[in-house]
C-alpha cells in the first residue's frame, strides 16, 4: 500500500511539473506571436526571430527531459505494481 501511495504522490509531482511546464510553453508561444504583430522592421523580425529559435531550442530540450523522466517514472511505477 506504502509503493502505491508513494507512486501517486510521484505521478501528482510529476504532473505538477508537467503543467507549468506546458503552461510557461503556451505563454511563451503567444509572447512570440505578439512579437510579429505589426511589425515590417527586418532587424526586428531577426531578433524576433533568433528569440524563437532559442525559446524552440529550451522547449525541445525541456520535452526531452520531460520524456526521460515520464519513462523512468513509467519503469518505477510498473516495478513497484508487480512487486
Not at 508513494?6 to 506546458?22: E, G, I, L, R
Not at 532587424?43 to 528569440?51: C, F, L, V, W
Not at 525541445?60 to 519513462?71: A, E, G, P, T
Amino acid at each position: 500500500m506504502e509503493d502505491a501511495e508513494a507512486a501517486v504522490k510521484s505521478h501528482q509531482t510529476f504532473q505538477d511539473a508537467y503543467d507549468k511546464c506546458c503552461a510557461w510553453i503556451r505563454a511563451t508561444t503567444d509572447k512570440l506571436a505578439a512579437c510579429f504583430e505589426g511589425h515590417n522592421e527586418k532587424e526586428k523580425s531577426q531578433a524576433n526571430i533568433d528569440e524563437i529559435e532559442v525559446v524552440q531550442f529550451f522547449s525541445d530540450m525541456i520535452v526531452s527531459k520531460l520524456c526521460c523522466v515520464f519513462i523512468v517514472y513509467i519503469d518505477i511505477f510498473s516495478q513497484s505494481v508487480y512487486y
